[in-house]
């Protein structure tokens, strides 16, 4: 069975940087575009970036310049370096791939 692992959330503050990490467990995912989501309370799951095969990318526009996504194939690993973190980065982020989720990790900038 596949498992999406998520880490790398915390508490931050205003302006600073947090790194997550999803690693997936099985094979094959250099074939799949690699993705983050994110939900924040009362609100619906958004998307937040992709990373496709070829490892061009795509942002949701209230990240755009201060997100980066990035994977490693041999690590089955995808990566969401987040800078310049806003309150309104808050909420709980998700990698997805194929028809994959992972658990969550919990994003918080407060001062």
């Known amino acids: 069975q596949v498992q999406l692992v998520e880490s790398g959330g915390g508490l931050v503050q205003p302006g600073g940087s947090l790194r997550l990490s999803c690693a997936a467990s099985g094979s094959g995912f250099s074939f799949y575009a690699m993705h983050w989501y994110r939900q924040a309370p009362g609100k619906q799951r958004e998307w937040v970036a992709t990373i496709a095969r070829s490892s061009n990318t795509n942002y949701a526009d209230s990240v755009k310049g201060r997100f980066t996504i990035s994977r490693d194939n041999a690590k089955n690993t995808v990566y969401l370096q987040m800078n310049n973190l806003k309150p309104e980065d808050t909420a709980v982020y998700y990698c997805?791939?194929?028809?994959?989720w992972g658990q969550g990790t919990q994003v918080t900038v407060s001062s």
């Open positions: 997805h791939i194929g028809s994959n």
